[in-house]
């Protein structure tokens, strides 16, 4: 058996050169926008052809076309930027909104603190005040030290519309609850004199002081220093005249019981 000549899987004609049809990628249309060097270049790679320089291939477009093509690029490029243009507007919009809600939030934490803040000063004077007005009602002694000289009632042929507490020059005298002070000067026969009037009305007089350390129209606390035990005036020693006018007229009556119904009594 005469061996045949293996033919392979290929068949006479199927490599043929000549008269090749060269098939352009649809790419490359007249449609289609491209350099001429690069369209000769995809040509050769696809093709696999060779082409001479002095006749370079060219995919010219008509004027048309390539104002079309212009046209279509400027506008995909206005596409782009009116996209960035407005996602940078968005954001910026957003940054502002967030920046206005935060700030609306801070000030409504400001506004939250201040009204807490108020609140905890009006409750905390309100609680000064009350504690004022009660220290205010309190009563205390005229006079820390000293001993009773002369009582209230007849003396002399005359009426001793007062006290006397005996104590040296310079014992401090006392406020005996919150008052204003209607006189502070030099009065004959009492001479340096204060007058207080109360929160209730009362009235004091303290006479002969040596000193007076307020003037008129202060207004003093329980324990305040208003002056000190002296000599002065119609006097025959160091001593303070206490008087009580209970109504805050020229009706003085006996301090002892007062004094005691107040425990403050002295001497």
Do not use: C
């Not at 935060?102 to 803040?117: G, L, N, S, V, W």
């Amino acid at each position: 058996m005469t061996p045949q000549k293996y033919q392979g899987r290929h068949h006479a004609g199927r490599h043929r050169n000549s008269g090749v049809r060269v098939r352009l990628p649809r790419a490359l249309t007249s449609s289609f926008v491209l350099p001429t060097a690069a369209a000769v270049a995809l040509v050769v790679t696809a093709t696999g052809a060779s082409v001479a320089e002095s006749a370079p291939l060219t995919l010219d477009l008509s004027g048309q076309q390539a104002a079309i093509a212009r046209t279509e690029q400027a506008s995909d490029q206005a596409t782009v930027e009116d996209i960035t243009t407005r996602r940078q507007a968005s954001g910026i919009q957003a940054a502002v909104a967030r920046g206005r809600a935060e700030a609306k939030d801070r000030a409504t934490r400001a506004a939250q603190r201040k009204a807490a803040e108020d609140a905890a000063a009006r409750a905390k004077a309100a609680a000064a005040r009350a504690k004022a007005e009660r220290e205010g009602r309190r009563w205390v002694t005229a006079i820390h030290s000293g001993r009773l000289t002369s009582p209230f009632g007849p003396r002399w042929g005359k009426n001793h519309d007062g006290i006397d507490i005996g104590a040296p020059t310079g014992t401090p005298i006392y406020a005996m609850s919150k008052g204003t002070v209607i006189l502070s000067g030099s009065v004959f026969s009492f001479g340096n004199k204060v007058e207080i009037r109360y929160w209730d009305g009362t009235v004091s007089w303290y006479g002969h002081m040596s000193r007076r350390d307020v003037s008129t129209g202060d207004t003093v606390m329980p324990g305040e220093q208003v002056g000190l035990v002296g000599n002065t005036g119609h006097s025959f020693g160091s001593h303070l005249h206490l008087e009580i006018h209970p109504t805050g007229g020229d009706n003085p009556i006996n301090p002892a019981p007062w004094l005691l119904a107040k425990g403050i009594m002295v001497g």
